[in-house]
């Protein structure tokens, strides 16, 4: 079955960075596109960013443009995002997820908090 880890998250000041990874399994990875989703309290889950299967391209919230990058690595089943220059409206549970033949898949998702 369709697997999604996500790891990496943590608390950490206005103006860090942490790197986000999720470990994917259940499917041939490498034949599609992923993202990231984040949830902050009492808000809706919204797109943070998406690469495509052979990471030809990505898009972005037009709200972490410049600070965030998604990126995979096919071999490792990983998907990852860097992000630099963290602000507390980052603050969020962030999610990895994938859709395979018409279903959506979550992970559990990972906890971001930027504060001083």
């Known amino acids: 079955q369709v697997q999604l880890v996500e790891s990496g998250g943590g608390l950490v000041q206005p103006g860090g960075s942490l790197r986000l990874s999720c470990a994917a399994s259940?499917?041939?990875?490498?034949?599609?596109?992923m993202s990231w989703y984040r949830q902050a309290p009492g808000k809706e889950r919204e797109l943070v960013a998406g690469i495509t299967s052979a990471a030809g391209n990505t898009n972005y919230a037009d709200s972490v443009k410049g600070r965030i990058t998604i990126s995979r690595d096919n071999a490792k089943n990983t998907v990852y995002l860097q992000m630099n220059s963290l602000q507390p409206e980052d603050t969020a549970v962030y999610y990895c997820n994938v859709n395979v033949r018409g279903l959506a898949y979550w992970g559990k998702g990972t906890l971001v908090t930027v504060s001083s």
């Open positions: 259940g499917f041939t990875f490498r034949l599609y596109a």
